[in-house]
């Protein structure tokens, strides 16, 4: 398994943007098909985007297209989520899972077998 290490959440104003960093560890980080979630309080994990292994397919859920963009840096062993035009419903923490073995793109919490600890992004109206 990869371990996962996120950051870059905190306190912003709505319109406002941030940047989320998670790092991997290992050799194989190349390999693995990379997501965000995000669980607000009192509410249920919801997928976020994703990215596949090899960079080619990328998943938004609707409610952020448009304003969240999925990369990679296979070189840092990092996958980033830049978040413009952030709204107070953005409001939750913020966790990166992963799965390897060249696994393609997917939605499904059940599909990832990593996860980070998240990082809290809190956006005031």
């Known amino acids: 398994q990869v371990q996962l290490v996120e950051s870059g959440g905190g306190l912003v104003q709505a319109g406002g943007s941030l940047r989320l960093s998670c790092a991997a560890s290992?050799?194989?980080?190349?390999?693995?098909?990379m997501a965000w979630f995000r669980q607000a309080p009192g509410k249920e994990r919801e997928f976020v985007a994703a990215i596949e292994w090899s960079g080619h397919n990328i998943y938004y859920a609707d409610s952020v297209k448009g304003r969240f963009t999925i990369s990679r840096d296979n070189a840092k062993n990092t996958v980033y989520l830049q978040m413009n035009s952030l709204k107070p419903e953005d409001t939750a923490v913020y966790s990166c899972?992963?799965?390897?073995?060249?696994?393609?793109?997917?939605?499904?919490?059940?599909?990832?077998?990593?996860w980070g600890q998240g990082t809290q992004v809190t956006v005031s109206s």
């Open positions: 899972a992963a799965r390897g073995g060249y696994l393609g793109i997917s939605r499904r919490i059940a599909d990832f077998g990593s």
């Open positions: 290992g050799r194989t980080f190349s390999a693995y098909t």
